[in-house]
C-alpha cells in the first residue's frame, strides 16, 4: 500500500510532507506535489503532516479522488515529466509541469491561516 497525494493539494504545496519524507518520494509539480508509487515506503508521515489532508493510503482513496492514484503514477511517465524513477526529490526533479487533469483544473481559492 502506497500513498496518494490527491485533489487538495492542488495550488497549496505546503511542502511539509515532503520535508519529512524519508526517502524523498514526494516531488514537487507545478500547481501540486506527487508521490512516487514506487518508490513511496508507505511509512505514512506525510499523511499526519499534510495540513490540508491531501494524502491518502491508496486502499482508503474516496471515490471521487480514485483518479489521482493515476495521476500521480503518470506525472513520472514519459507523457509529463519523463523523469521514470528519479530516485529522490531533488532541486533537478522540480518542475512548473503537472498532470494534464491537474492542469485543466480551476485555480484554487487560496486559504490562509
Same mark, same amino acid.
Given at each position: 500500500?502506497?500513498?496518494?497525494?490527491?485533489?487538495?493539494?492542488?495550488?497549496?504545496?505546503? +511542502?511539509?510532507?515532503?520535508?519529512?519524507? &524519508? $526517502? !524523498? %518520494? /514526494?516531488?514537487? =509539480? +507545478?500547481?501540486?506535489?506527487?508521490?512516487? &508509487? $514506487? !518508490? %513511496? /515506503?508507505?511509512? =505514512?508521515?506525510?499523511?499526519?503532516?499534510?495540513?490540508?489532508?491531501?494524502?491518502?493510503?491508496?486502499?482508503?482513496?474516496?471515490?471521487?479522488?480514485?483518479?489521482?492514484?493515476?495521476?500521480?503514477?503518470?506525472?513520472?511517465?514519459?507523457?509529463?515529466?519523463?523523469?521514470?524513477?528519479?530516485?529522490?526529490?531533488?532541486?533537478?526533479?522540480?518542475?512548473?509541469?503537472?498532470?494534464?487533469?491537474?492542469?485543466?483544473?480551476?485555480?484554487?481559492?487560496?486559504?490562509?491561516?
Amino acid at each position: 500500500m502506497v500513498y496518494v497525494i490527491a485533489s487538495t493539494c492542488i495550488d497549496v504545496k505546503d +511542502g511539509a510532507c515532503q520535508d519529512v519524507c &524519508p $526517502v !524523498e %518520494c /514526494i516531488y514537487e =509539480g +507545478g500547481r501540486m506535489m506527487y508521490i512516487h &508509487p $514506487v !518508490e %513511496c /515506503i508507505s511509512c =505514512g508521515l506525510c499523511l499526519s503532516i499534510c495540513p490540508v489532508d491531501a494524502i491518502w493510503s491508496e486502499d482508503e482513496l474516496p471515490p471521487h479522488e480514485e483518479h489521482f492514484r493515476r495521476i500521480n503514477a503518470e506525472f513520472f511517465g514519459s507523457g509529463v515529466t519523463g523523469w521514470g524513477e528519479p530516485g529522490g526529490a531533488s532541486a533537478t526533479y522540480r518542475t512548473e509541469l503537472d498532470h494534464a487533469e491537474v492542469a485543466a483544473v480551476a485555480p484554487q481559492e487560496k486559504v490562509h491561516g
